[in-house]
């Protein structure tokens, strides 16, 4: 049987840059998880960016604004690289009136409470007059790597309003290095060193942890497919032989969007045995919850066989 590797760990960190080390890889195995862990980090994690944006006095992307230092374009491309955390499933809609002469910064948005932005200080335009305004409607949207315009669906836009290349994905940079390394006698194993870089919306450990999930849970299912059993009557089985221990499951442990268990344990609900007391008008009321979340939730306690309350 093929050995497995070391746990992995961190041999080095500096701010949103983390270098993590598996050692103990079989001969090949080290290009193999390399490449599958920098495909998922680069392509497949969820983030938030902005989609489209209105800018008042502006009719087309080659306009220049009147006391602004930014030409359109410019303004635009300082927008893509704003970083944002949407703790809600719809689009956000942010803000931005500024009057004066002004160094305006990404700060300077007025966002909704569904929003965190990680960057604040990223510089947006320059007002170069006392009586310069620049005015900014911006549509903040999930979504997952990055889509250009091409690829995303839009309809006609009202005059003013520019559709942008959407940057999503929340891992700026990723790169895999093999080394050999010996265990025992062997000097042909693998070292994988995989440097990770994020845009501060998630730390390095998040990303890493979250793209391991998305190989584990495809492998998973490549492993079960042909094994006989159905995952529901699995769940009701062990139901049945431990029904006090399933509700005792903590929602950080359901097979739910992290979105929605950070939504559900801010408004104080954190194992399944509070989960199974709210209904689905109960939880309609909370923040950050919509029905796309309630129905990823109710999928999740049907796996339990469990639902909530009638």
């Given at each position: 049987m093929i050995p497995l590797p070391s746990k992995p760990k961190i041999s080095k960190q500096e701010g949103n840059t983390a270098f993590f080390e598996i050692e103990g890889l079989y001969p090949g195995y080290g290009v193999t998880i390399g490449n599958a862990m920098r495909r998922v980090l680069l392509s497949s994690l969820e983030g938030a960016a902005i989609t489209q944006v209105k800018i008042k006095g502006a009719s087309h992307e080659f306009s220049a604004l009147s006391g602004v230092m930014e030409d359109v374009i410019m303004i635009i491309l300082n927008?893509?690289?704003l970083n944002f955390k949407n703790y809600s499933d719809e689009p956000q809609t942010i803000t931005l009136k500024v009057k004066g002469e002004k160094d305006i910064k990404a700060k300077d948005f007025k966002l909704t409470a569904q929003l965190k932005l990680a960057n604040p200080e990223a510089h947006i335009a320059t007002l170069t007059k006392s009586v310069s305004e620049l005015e900014i409607d911006a549509v903040v949207e999930k979504g997952i790597g990055y889509v250009p315009l091409e690829k995303r669906e839009a309809g006609k836009s009202e005059v003013g309003v520019f559709p942008m290349d959407a940057i999503f994905t929340p891992?700026?940079?990723?790169?895999?290095?093999?080394?050999?390394?010996?265990?025992g006698k062997r000097t042909d194993f693998d070292k994988v060193i995989l440097e990770v870089e994020t845009n501060g919306v998630i730390t390095p450990e998040e990303a890493f942890k979250k793209s391991s999930d998305i190989l584990v849970s495809h492998f998973s299912l490549l492993a079960d497919a042909f094994n006989g059993q159905d995952e529901?009557?699995?769940?009701?089985?062990?139901?049945e032989e431990h029904p006090d221990e399933t509700k005792k499951v903590k929602i950080d442990d359901l097979?739910?969007?992290?979105?929605?268990?950070?939504?559900?344990?801010?408004?104080?609900i954190k194992t399944v045995a509070g989960l199974i007391k709210k209904t689905e008008d109960d939880l309609?009321?909370?923040?950050g919850?919509?029905?796309?979340?309630?129905a990823d939730v109710k999928k999740a306690l049907k796996k339990l066989g469990l639902s909530l309350k009638q």
């Amino acid at each position: 049987m093929i050995p497995l590797p070391s746990k992995p760990k961190i041999s080095k960190q500096e701010g949103n840059t983390a270098f993590f080390e598996i050692e103990g890889l079989y001969p090949g195995y080290g290009v193999t998880i390399g490449n599958a862990m920098r495909r998922v980090l680069l392509s497949s994690l969820e983030g938030a960016a902005i989609t489209q944006v209105k800018i008042k006095g502006a009719s087309h992307e080659f306009s220049a604004l009147s006391g602004v230092m930014e030409d359109v374009i410019m303004i635009i491309l300082n927008l893509k690289k704003l970083n944002f955390k949407n703790y809600s499933d719809e689009p956000q809609t942010i803000t931005l009136k500024v009057k004066g002469e002004k160094d305006i910064k990404a700060k300077d948005f007025k966002l909704t409470a569904q929003l965190k932005l990680a960057n604040p200080e990223a510089h947006i335009a320059t007002l170069t007059k006392s009586v310069s305004e620049l005015e900014i409607d911006a549509v903040v949207e999930k979504g997952i790597g990055y889509v250009p315009l091409e690829k995303r669906e839009a309809g006609k836009s009202e005059v003013g309003v520019f559709p942008m290349d959407a940057i999503f994905t929340p891992v700026r940079k990723v790169n895999s290095v093999v080394e050999n390394m010996r265990v025992g006698k062997r000097t042909d194993f693998d070292k994988v060193i995989l440097e990770v870089e994020t845009n501060g919306v998630i730390t390095p450990e998040e990303a890493f942890k979250k793209s391991s999930d998305i190989l584990v849970s495809h492998f998973s299912l490549l492993a079960d497919a042909f094994n006989g059993q159905d995952e529901a009557l699995i769940m009701e089985k062990e139901k049945e032989e431990h029904p006090d221990e399933t509700k005792k499951v903590k929602i950080d442990d359901l097979n739910l969007a992290d979105r929605i268990k950070t939504a559900l344990i801010n408004n104080n609900i954190k194992t399944v045995a509070g989960l199974i007391k709210k209904t689905e008008d109960d939880l309609k009321g909370l923040n950050g919850l919509g029905d796309k979340a309630i129905a990823d939730v109710k999928k999740a306690l049907k796996k339990l066989g469990l639902s909530l309350k009638q």
